[in-house]
C-alpha cells in the first residue's frame, strides 16, 4: 500500500534570467520544496502545506504538481502568526489534514506557532513527526519537543543548541538535541565525515564517505537524505536500514536536465534506492 506524507514549510520563488520554452517566468525554490519532490519522486503520496508570501501561479504551480504533489499555498501571516492556527484560522484545517498522514515533516522556516501546531497535530495519532534543518536558522530548540526524527546538519545544529563552541563535535550537538525530545537525531556534516546518529541511549558514527570535490554536499544532500530516512522509516525499516538508504539517496548526482528542481536525482535514480540495503541485522 502507499505510504504518504506531509510536508510543512516556506515555498520561496525564485524569477528566471531566460524564459523556459514553455514561457514560465518562475519556479519553486526552497529546502522545503525539495524535500516534498524528493519525497514523491521516492513514492510517497505528499500533501505540501507550503506558506508563501506572494501569489503562486500556474508557473510556480505546474511542476509541482507534475510530480504528483497535493499543493496548499497558504499565506505566511506578517502579524500574530498564532491566529493563523487557531479556530477559524487558515491554516487550522490543513494542518488536520497534513497530521492524518503517515509521516509529517517541518522545514523551520516558518513561523514558530506554524511548525508547533503542525508537530502537535500529528501527536494526536500515529504520524511520524520530523524537522529537517538543512542549513543554520536562528530559533528556539523547545520547538523539537514535539517531534520523533531530527536531520540537522552541523552548522544548523550549533546554531540551534546556541552557537558553536570549542571542543563540541557532532556527537556533543547530537545529545544536546536529542534531550529537547527527538528519539532519533541525525547531525550531518556537509563538509566532512564526523555525522553521527543518536537514538536517545547510543552514539553512532555515520559514514557518508569522502564529500564531492569543493568541499560541501549542500543543503540538498541534507533534504534529500531526510526525506529518504522518513520514507524507508514509514516503510518500517529498522534504522540501520533507514540510514543505508538515505545515504545512498542523498548521494545520487542531481539530474542535469532536469530544468525546475536543478539540485534533485532523477525519480528513476531514488527508485533504485529503495531496494532492500543488508546489513546482517
Known sequence: MSRTSSVVGALRTAHLLVEGEDGRARRAEGSAVELAVAAARLGLRVLFLCGVTEDVDADVRSPLTAEGLDLAALHVPSGNPAAAVREGGEWEDPLRMAARRDALVCTLDLPNAIVTAALREAGRGDT?????VPSAVSTDPRILADCDVLVCELAAAAALVGGDEPGVTSRGFARRLGAYGPRKVVVIDRRGGASV??????????DLGAPPEGGDRGATYVT???????????????SIHALGRAIAAASLPPDPSDPDFPGLPAGEALEGTL???EDGA
Open 128 to 132: 511520524l513527526r520530523a524537522v529537517c
Open 197 to 206: 546518529y543518536f537514538d536517545g541511549e547510543r552514539l553512532a558514527p555515520v
Open 224 to 238: 534529500v537524505f531526510a526525506a529518504a530516512l522518513v520514507d524507508a522509516l514509514v516503510h518500517g525499516d529498522r
Open 275 to 277: 531496494d532492500p540495503v
